[in-house]
């Protein structure tokens, strides 16, 4: 089995994948460890390229439906489709229950939840919302401070001021939710004015 692994590890994934789904394991050995291995092997291999095919074409349906809902969402640093398809998921199909900005970041589970005690007055990160758009907006918040100049000098500065790294990117995660409240907002207004206007 070492020589086995040894062989598999020096290989690419992709190259693991092609030399798996392409080898002929002997199907009537299942009483021979090595073999019964081989087979395992294979089936997840193909199983592998099955589901990467499938989230290719998921992914190019998620990219036409937020270009169509929301193309503004995408042109905004680090905001990819993945991460607008689930933030727009959250909104749902109907911002109007959205009363401001707040809402949604409750919605979301960015609102800043107090966890003072005595003189030190901080907060915490809420732990409610759905749980997929918060990890969404921490894409967002950690792509924008690797890539963006702003952010890093912002987190620089309130670092300095004393305060811990996951409190700024909190606050950071707030500021991202009111960011994609108004662009949401706003594409919902526009199609609905087109609506009325058809």
Known sequence: MDVLREHLRSMTRMQLIRMLVASRPD???????????WISL?????????????????????????????PDLVTRNSIGHNGAAQLLLTAGDNP?????????????????????????????????????????LHLIAIGRLRTDEKTRAYVARRIAEGQSKLEVIRIMKRYIAREVDGVIIRRYREVNASRFAA
């Open 27 to 37: 199907l009537t050995a299942y009483r021979d460890l090595e073999a019964v291995y």
């Open 42 to 70: 294979k089936s997840l291999a193909r199983r592998y390229l099955e589901l990467n095919d499938e989230i290719g074409e998921l992914d190019l349906i998620i990219k036409a439906i937020v270009e169509e809902l929301a």
């Open 96 to 136: 109007e229950r959205l009363k401001s900005e707040a809402s949604f970041a409750a919605l979301c589970g960015v609102t800043p939840v107090p966890a003072s005690s005595g003189k030190t007055i901080r907060h915490r990160l809420n732990r409610g919302g759905d749980r997929a758009a918060n990890s969404a």
